[in-house]
């Protein structure tokens, strides 16, 4: 009765693969149905919604509703005073016809209204409890003066619509010396954002590497895996498995986020958010494969959860300091050295797509960064794999790193 | 379901070295296809290094292992059924679940995975678990699971560490049965223990391991009846010092009337049995067969003699 086998896969890597598949899969499936993960993954996207549309209200004050009431005369203002607002995103003009200014200094008294405009056309009256918006109130008296000016070309004789239509298209020709400028501050936020978040998830998803290594070590199970799969394999299962968590965990935060961003309008330019959330993504997954292997690597040199911080503080150490260069690099975006570093693998993964967000990096450069990470990778990966290899079945004091590299005691 | 037909596991002159510690030296064994192998030996012999070399856990620095005449394969190793002896499972980690993840670890497909592991479950009483975190289940029923990932995905061989140390004389008992099953059904099996008397019990041959060589080895019976010849002699009625006149007999020890004797190579044990008569009538001539333990304990010094001199 022996059970059948898989002679298609015996043959070439198909079986390799497939170990490597089931290793993976087991680690996304363990910490997906985790706690940690269910209740982290909703409480981390509420947070963030909440933090944004926070931001929008409070700080933002990203759109600023206000109510006009007419009466009188003054009411032909309401239209052109519609028409000159609607250009300016960050106002909703609502406006309404009063009958009387009794009832309309009563509504702007109860508050219904901002402000009631009575009165003449050309010298209205506006009401308001203790202060107006200025936009509204410079953009009001500007109306004014245009009415007061056609009806005094009209009161002379003259052909004030063809007054009126060489006036509008008299303009101002606007040369942008730094386009970005305008935009630069926002792109600085969302650079330092991107930045932050990054560093967060290479360090936490890094740790969850370290953290599995050692679980295997410490119950002693590596040992029965160890006599069936190949350590490159268990390896490479663990980074895959937890990357794909991860990934997956940072996609749903960064869908919220977008979402978020895009509703309330905290960012004016939605292709920033855009860029930033794509190449973030990107450079999480080879960022997280190279810091995921150093991490897999320190791990297998201790055998109990207590020595893990021995081995990973220094790559975290290495993690945080890359972005706190990033503040030096943001401020000084042209420098050399700023380019250098945002290439360099151990630092590219979070400097470039800070610097992407920013706007900072020129495409030349993040093709550099992407091929000298790879290459990183699969430097990191020889050198992972070996001393993942020559300390993993090794139990009891921590294993030097020279005994782990030369596999011998 | 008899599938081994060859010569199975030889390990031949395997050398381990730590630095300066030699763990294994120049150990060379046998198991045959459905036989039990029991490997005996104090704390750090070299017992799990050996079985870790076999398992490919763990590199040698000289000589080879061999599955049929040939070197063992990795699609050969990956089917050996292990049990280290510090057990290993994901606590965390539900037994079904946890079991046939394992099972496909080592080639099994899904489906065959999952009707091997409730067949052993159902086995070890333990089906009602299946959807149970390994933590939650009893050290008894930990070890019943461990055996069982030994076990679900058809082994080709098992490879056993200490597998009866902890556990109750009624799990000692299903643990031999499924052994002896396992043999019978033409898996080698090679298991190490410290307890001589279930070595004695369960294993058709059996290795003496010291310091990394093995010092003897071979069937219970070749071991127990490798030494010189002793007879128990009880003659009542002799006088104390009847024996000293045989040429090539020693007297070991006195019980009462009875004398054991050892036999130099070459004495003969009739003329023992003339010279007991004369003396008067005889109750007791037998030939005593000493115990694996005197056996191994004999083992031991002679080695240690040699490796003084």
Not at chain 1, 205 to 233: D, M
Not at chain 1, 254 to 278: C, E, K, M, N, W
Request: aromatic share 6%; charged share 15%.
């Amino acid at each position: 009765m022996r059970p059948p086998r898989r002679p298609d896969l015996a043959a070439l890597g198909g079986e390799a693969l497939h170990t490597t598949y089931l290793i993976a899969r087991r680690e996304f499936m363990t910490r997906v149905r985790s706690r940690f993960f269910v209740i982290g993954t909703a409480v981390f996207m509420i947070l963030l919604a909440g933090y944004i549309v926070l931001q929008a209200l409070v700080i933002g004050r990203a759109v600023t509703t206000v109510k006009v009431g007419f009466t009188g005369d003054a009411q032909v203002l309401a239209q052109p005073l519609v028409n000159a607002m609607g250009q300016d995103k960050m106002f909703k003009l609502v406006t309404s016809t009063v009958p009387d200014v009794t009832s309309g200094r009563g509504q702007v008294q109860a508050g219904t209204l901002d402000a009631l405009v009575s009165g003449s056309a050309t010298a209205p009256d506006v009401i308001v409890k203790d202060d107006v918006d200025p936009t509204v109130a410079a953009t009001l008296d500007g109306l004014v003066k245009e009415v007061a000016l056609s009806r005094a070309l009209a009161a002379s004789g003259a052909d004030a619509a063809a007054i009126e239509n060489q006036v509008a298209a008299a303009t101002i020709h606007l040369n942008l010396l730094d386009p970005n400028a305008a935009q630069r501050t926002q792109r600085q936020v969302v650079g330092i954002f991107v930045a932050a978040l990054l560093y967060v998830a290479l360090v936490i998803y890094g740790q969850f590497v370290a953290a599995g290594v050692v679980e295997e070590k410490a119950n002693r199970i590596i040992e029965i895996l160890l006599s069936t799969v190949r350590p490159r394999q268990l390896l490479l299962g663990k980074v895959i498995g937890i990357g794909l968590m991860g990934l997956l965990q940072m996609v749903l935060l960064g869908t919220v986020g977008l979402i978020a961003v895009t509703r309330t309008q905290v960012i004016s330019v939605p292709s920033v958010g855009f860029d930033a959330v794509a190449s973030g993504l990107l450079w999480f997954v080879l960022g997280f494969v190279f810091y995921a292997l150093i991490y897999a690597a320190g791990g297998s040199l201790v055998s109990r959860q207590e020595d893990l911080a021995a081995v990973t503080t220094p790559i975290t150490f290495l993690i945080v300091g890359t972005y706190l260069a990033f503040f030096w690099v943001v401020a000084n975006p042209d420098n050399p050295v700023s380019v250098l570093l945002s290439v360099l693998p151990p630092f590219a993964p979070i400097l470039m797509p800070a610097r992407v967000a920013t706007g900072d990096a020129q495409s030349w450069q993040v093709v550099v960064a992407v091929v000298l990470t790879l290459g990183g990778i699969a430097a990191m990966n020889t050198l992972a794999a070996r001393i993942y290899t020559n300390s993993v079945l090794r139990v009891g004091s921590r294993v030097k790193f020279v005994q782990a590299w030369r596999g011998v005691d | 379901m008899l599938a081994v037909g060859g010569t199975g596991l030889e390990v031949r002159q395997i050398t381990k070295r730590y630095g300066a510690l030699v763990a294994v030296r120049d150990l060379s064994l046998q198991v045959h296809p459905g036989e039990v192998f029991g490997f005996v030996g104090s704390n750090g012999a070299g017992k799990t290094t050996t079985m870790r070399i076999v398992l490919g856990t763990l590199a040698s620095d000289g000589g080879e292992v061999l599955w049929d005449g040939a070197p063992i394969a990795f699609d050969v190793r990956r089917r050996i059924g292990y049990m280290p002896e510090e057990r290993g499972l994901y606590p965390k980690m539900r037994v079904g679940e946890q079991l046939v993840y394992l099972a496909q670890l080592h080639g099994a497909t899904a489906t065959a995975a999952s009707a091997a592991v409730e067949r052993w479950l159902t086995r070890f009483d333990l089906k009602a678990r299946i959807g149970d975190e390994v933590q939650k289940l009893s050290h008894g029923n930990q070890q019943r699971v461990q055996l069982a990932a030994a076990l679900v995905f058809d082994p080709m061989m098992l490879v056993l560490d200490e597998p009866f140390a902890g556990l109750d004389p009624e799990a000692v008992d299903a643990m031999s049965e499924v052994l002896h099953e396992c043999a019978t059904a033409g898996i080698p099996v090679l298991f190490s223990s410290h307890q001589l008397d279930l070595v004695e019990r369960i294993c058709d041959r059996v290795g003496i391991i010291q310091r990394g060589h093995l010092v003897a080895a071979g069937t219970i019976d070749e071991l127990r009846g490798h030494g010189p010849v002793q007879l128990w002699v009880d003659a009542p009625q002799a006088p104390h010092s009847w024996t000293s006149g045989l040429r090539g007999v020693q007297t070991i020890r006195r019980d009462g009337t009875r004398v054991l004797v050892q036999l130099d190579g070459g004495a003969d044990d009739q003329a023992v049995l003339r010279a007991a008569i004369a003396t008067g009538p005889v109750r007791e001539f037998r030939r005593r067969v000493p115990s694996l333990l005197e056996v191994f304990r004999e083992a031991m010094s002679e080695n240690a003699t040699a490796a003084a001199s």
